[in-house]
């Protein structure tokens, strides 16, 4: 082994001892390896790019190396971009140029892929001449999340070395290969199943070059079966156009595809240039950079500044129900302990049937051993006393939406828990501050509101009453962090941030469909707008009854000026739920899980409207869009003047990960900033002269408007 070691940070070579050290370059006898300094987890820099320029041009002109060994110190190979660099102008050098480089070497180059090797991470171990991976890898090109393509050659590369199909998938999905699928996949050539990164790479570089290995270059690849590869993506681009619902970046992605197929591959990689250049220019870009990086902030709340969370290793969940069930897997899923609690023994067998259930699915998937259900249920307890809970440090209610149900329930935890457990409910409504005053200890009383199934969605609403300590909210924020769930502070109101905001734009939904606009075409509205689903969808999903005890809830308190629409008042006197009893807005035949337009329903409608006197009017997709956005927008300004909601941006998180929001309009406050705040609130001007009160603009979109400012001066000013 030869001793010498150059460090390379930027085109300059510094001492080894300094900070600065992100490239390092040593030999390890005819192998010049190349390793990446740049925690946390090697993002691509422009320091790393330029290191990884200099090595190769460093080993190219060494008669002496015979190869080049590429490595990731730390946890990562290289994860992707530099974050910190996402939005600012390009610097040089750029990351085509350093794969394209790398793969012109004339001596052969290894990449050893250890941890993540994600987005520009993978396009730089394709550019390699041969990979070999340890079975902690992962390989992904993830740029589809946030709006682009691979634009460093991935899109060229990965078809050569997985074909067509398998590197569409990889693509278009944006997940991650472990190891094993990658090896099967054809994307690494061997995986080493025991030793690091370094030892792995250097073996495998003796043993090519022991068999005289040269140079062989991804961009030389041919793919097979051309014609039969062009039949998949005309397939393929039919079926990306219909499930991308208006998402630019996946068609691209497609396009990119079939230059790698059609055109020499240096003419594919210029085409890929010029659809990444368009995917970087567009809105929806700027939409899923935006979700990016306010799903990081939302963990940001002022109470973090002044306490830390408190101890909880011990979980308990009182009811077994579908939300219970739900909230007991995503805590044992996360390691901790639970004891569910029920009021009789036939159902806390149903509680444990419906956790059970949830294991059994994924066992009958494929996704999970007889052996690791039997685990997990190790740490699940069923109990029928609050006494079993005494030692529990943290516990979540999930019984039936009712308040007075809730105080009872907290008055028997207030008797039976521990000083200093966080007692919290899971309510999608209902007063806080009541149910915490139902106990003696309402600074250890918080919301948590899930969204179900709970073990699946990634939303969790966080709901800050009055008198709760800070070390409740923190506690609650870490709760989330081990549930792996997306978390939102709000503040108490009926519905908090997502559902009140919903409960106004399902107004303005009704109301047009009471003066002409059918639900089927307003739901195909909002579907092309990007969401998998429209208001009527979602109801008949949730079940009509569900909104329906609402509405009948509110009605003592409802504005006796208000317009009220009694359109799915009338469907639920039918007994016409939605999916779960075959009708509601839509025909479910023979369970069906995709409903049929219902002709008895748009004569109920006509009905409703003969009643009131209203002339039906035509709504064009548009129209439907422009009311559906105002409304929330509007709403969404109001919830922030009052408090209720810290920042725009958690608005914005609320309805990305809990109500189907398109992606890459990046939430309704960010949608309302790249549409224009103006155009918003002459929206609601011009509709305020049919109805004054719904339509009442918020005070804070008004002064927003008239300082010349948007949503996002308040996100920053948070």
């Known amino acids: 082994m030869n001793s010498h070691l150059i460090v390379i940070h930027g ?70 971009a530099d974050i910190r660099e996402f939005g600012k102008p390009p610097v040089a050098p750029s990351l085509p140029e350093v794969c394209n480089r790398i793969e012109a070497s004339s001596k052969i180059v290894i990449a050893a892929i250890h941890g993540p090797a994600l987005g520009g991470g993978l396009e730089v171990a394709m550019s390699a001449h041969y990979r070999v991976a340890l079975p902690a890898a992962t390989l992904g090109l993830p740029e589809v999340n946030l709006g682009l393509l691979p634009g460093a050659g991935g899109t060229q590369r990965a078809p050569r070395l997985m074909g067509v199909q398998a590197a569409a998938d990889l693509m278009l999905s944006g997940k991650h290969l472990s190891a094993k699928a990658a090896l099967a996949a054809g994307l690494v050539d061997k995986l080493v199943e025991g030793g690091d990164a370094m030892v792995a790479g250097l073996t495998h570089a003796h043993e090519l070059l022991a068999t005289r290995a040269v140079p062989r270059r991804t961009r030389d ?31 691209k992605i497609v396009e990119c595809i079939r230059a790698a197929v059609e055109l020499p591959f240096d003419e594919g990689i ?86 059970e259930k949830v294991y059994d699915g994924l066992i009958g998937k494929g996704r999970l051993s007889a052996e690791a259900k039997a685990e997990i249920m190790t740490r699940y307890t069923p109990g029928i006393s609050y006494d079993d809970i005494c030692d529990a440090d943290l516990v979540i209610e999930a019984v039936f939406e009712d308040i007075e149900v809730k105080k009872a329930v907290f008055k028997e935890l207030d008797r039976v828990c521990k000083p200093g457990a966080v007692l919290a409910t899971n309510t999608s409504y209902l007063d806080i501050d009541a149910i915490a005053a139902a106990t003696s200890r309402p600074q250890d009383v918080i919301g948590l509101h899930f969204f179900s199934p709970a073990n699946i969605m990634k939303l969790l609403e966080i709901v800050v009453p009055t008198t709760v300590a800070s070390d409740v909210v923190t506690t609650a924020f870490e709760l989330a962090k081990r549930l792996k769930k997306v978390p939102v502070r709000a503040g108490v109101c009926d519905g908090f941030i997502g559902n009140r905001i919903l409960a106004v734009y399902k107004q303005a939904a009704d109301y047009m469909m009471e003066d002409g606009a059918s639900p089927y075409e307003i739901d195909e509205a909002v579907r092309g707008f990007g969401y ?73 409608v006509d009905a409703e409207r003969a ?18 956005m105002a409304a929330m927008v509007n709403e969404g ?82």
């Open 532 to 604: 998998p689903m429209g208001p009527f969808q979602v109801s008949d999903l949730a079940g009509g009854d569900i909104g329906w005890a609402t509405r009948k809830r509110r009605a003592a308190t409802r504005d006796p000026r208000a317009r009220y629409v009694e359109v799915a008042d009338r469907l639920c006197e039918r007994g016409w739920f939605g999916q779960k009893t075959g009708r509601g807005f839509y025909l479910y035949p023979h369970g069906a899980r995709v409903g049929q337009a219902d002709p008895e329903v748009l004569a109920i």
């Open 270 to 355: 210029a085409k890929e240039r010029d659809l990444f250049v368009e995917c970087l220019n567009s809105p929806q870009r700027a939409g899923l950079i935006h979700a990016f990086f306010a799903e990081r902030e939302t963990a940001k709340i002022p109470e973090a500044k002044a306490a830390a969370p408190r101890h909880f290793a011990n979980i308990a969940v009182i009811g077994g129900g579908t939300m219970g069930a739900g909230i007991t897997v995503s805590a044992l899923d996360a390691g901790l302990k639970v004891t569910m609690i029920e009021r009789d023994a036939e159902s806390i067998a149903r509680g444990q049937s419906n956790v």
């Open 221 to 251: 690849i041919d793919i097979a079966d051309k014609a039969t590869a062009l039949a998949e993506l005309d397939a393929l681009a039919a079926d990306t156009a219909r499930k991308s619902r208006g998402l630019f970046s996946p068609t």
């Open 11 to 80: 085109d300059k070579r510094v001492p080894t001892d300094s900070p600065a050290s992100i490239v390092q370059t040593t030999r390890q006898g005819n192998v010049l390896v190349v390793s990446l300094h740049n925690p946390p987890v090697n993002a691509l820099g422009q320091p790393v790019r330029a290191g990884l320029l200099a090595a190769v041009a460093e080993a190219d002109a060494d008669p002496t190396v015979q190869a080049v060994l590429i490595v990731g110190e730390g946890k990562a190979f290289i994860a992707g």
């Open 611 to 628: 009643k009131k006197g209203i002339t039906p009017r035509q709504f064009s997709a548009d129209d439907i869009i422009r009311r559906y």
């Open 637 to 718: 300004a109001k919830v922030l003047e009052e408090g209720i909601a810290l920042r725009p941006l958690d608005i914005d998180v609320t309805f990305l990960s809990g109500y189907g929001f398109p992606r890459f309009r990046g939430g309704p406050m960010k949608w309302a900033d790249m549409h224009g705040l103006p155009k918003v609130l002459a929206d609601i001007r011009e509709f305020a002269k049919e109805d004054a009160l719904f339509w009442k603009p918020a005070p804070l979109l008004e002064k927003l408007v008239a300082e010349g400012r948007d949503f996002e001066t308040l996100n920053k000013a948070a």
